[in-house]
Protein backbone atom coordinates (compact mmCIF):
# COMPACT_ATOMS: atom_id res chain seq x y z
CA UNK A 1 0.00 0.00 0.00
CA UNK A 2 2.61 2.78 0.90
CA UNK A 3 4.34 2.42 -2.36
CA UNK A 4 1.09 3.28 -4.25
CA UNK A 5 0.53 6.64 -2.46
CA UNK A 6 3.91 8.03 -3.64
CA UNK A 7 2.83 6.74 -7.29
CA UNK A 8 -0.65 8.53 -6.65
CA UNK A 9 0.98 11.78 -5.98
CA UNK A 10 2.71 11.50 -8.81
CA UNK A 11 0.33 10.91 -11.01
CA UNK A 12 -1.58 14.06 -9.30
CA UNK A 13 1.13 16.29 -9.70
CA UNK A 14 1.39 14.95 -13.72
CA UNK A 15 -2.02 16.08 -13.93
CA UNK A 16 -1.63 19.53 -12.67
CA UNK A 17 1.45 20.22 -14.19
CA UNK A 18 -0.48 19.53 -17.75
CA UNK A 19 -3.47 21.45 -16.91
CA UNK A 20 -1.17 24.27 -15.89
CA UNK A 21 0.57 24.03 -19.18
CA UNK A 22 -2.52 23.95 -21.31
CA UNK A 23 -3.78 26.81 -19.67
CA UNK A 24 -0.30 28.96 -20.11
CA UNK A 25 -1.04 29.48 -23.90
CA UNK A 26 -4.38 30.52 -23.21
CA UNK A 27 -3.16 33.55 -21.30
CA UNK A 28 -0.65 34.46 -23.94
CA UNK A 29 -3.30 33.94 -26.75
CA UNK A 30 -5.63 36.68 -24.10
CA UNK A 31 -2.52 38.89 -23.67
CA UNK A 32 -1.64 39.48 -27.10
CA UNK A 33 -5.52 39.84 -28.08
CA UNK A 34 -6.15 42.84 -25.81
CA UNK A 35 -2.69 43.99 -26.75
CA UNK A 36 -4.08 44.06 -30.36
CA UNK A 37 -7.57 45.25 -29.60
CA UNK A 38 -5.61 48.63 -27.25
CA UNK A 39 -3.65 49.79 -30.39
CA UNK A 40 -6.57 49.35 -33.06
CA UNK A 41 -8.24 51.84 -30.17
CA UNK A 42 -5.36 53.58 -29.91
CA UNK A 43 -5.73 54.20 -33.99
CA UNK A 44 -9.59 54.95 -34.05
CA UNK A 45 -9.49 57.80 -31.58
CA UNK A 46 -6.11 59.21 -32.75
CA UNK A 47 -8.02 59.22 -36.37
CA UNK A 48 -10.76 60.81 -34.78
CA UNK A 49 -8.72 63.16 -33.22
CA UNK A 50 -7.33 64.22 -36.51
CA UNK A 51 -10.72 64.31 -38.65
CA UNK A 52 -11.80 66.72 -35.90
CA UNK A 53 -8.87 69.18 -35.77
CA UNK A 54 -9.53 69.13 -39.86
CA UNK A 55 -13.12 70.21 -39.06
CA UNK A 56 -11.98 72.73 -37.24
CA UNK A 57 -9.58 74.25 -38.80
CA UNK A 58 -11.64 74.16 -41.89
CA UNK A 59 -14.80 75.84 -39.63
CA UNK A 60 -12.11 78.56 -39.02
CA UNK A 61 -11.27 79.20 -42.42
CA UNK A 62 -14.77 79.79 -43.10
CA UNK A 63 -15.44 82.53 -40.48
CA UNK A 64 -12.75 84.17 -41.56
CA UNK A 65 -14.03 84.31 -45.08
CA UNK A 66 -17.65 85.14 -44.00
Do not use: F
Not at 3 to 11: F, Q
Amino acid sequence: MRSARPRAWLALLVACGLLSLGTLPGCATTQQTAAKKQAESKRILEARERRQEKRSKSDQQEGKQR
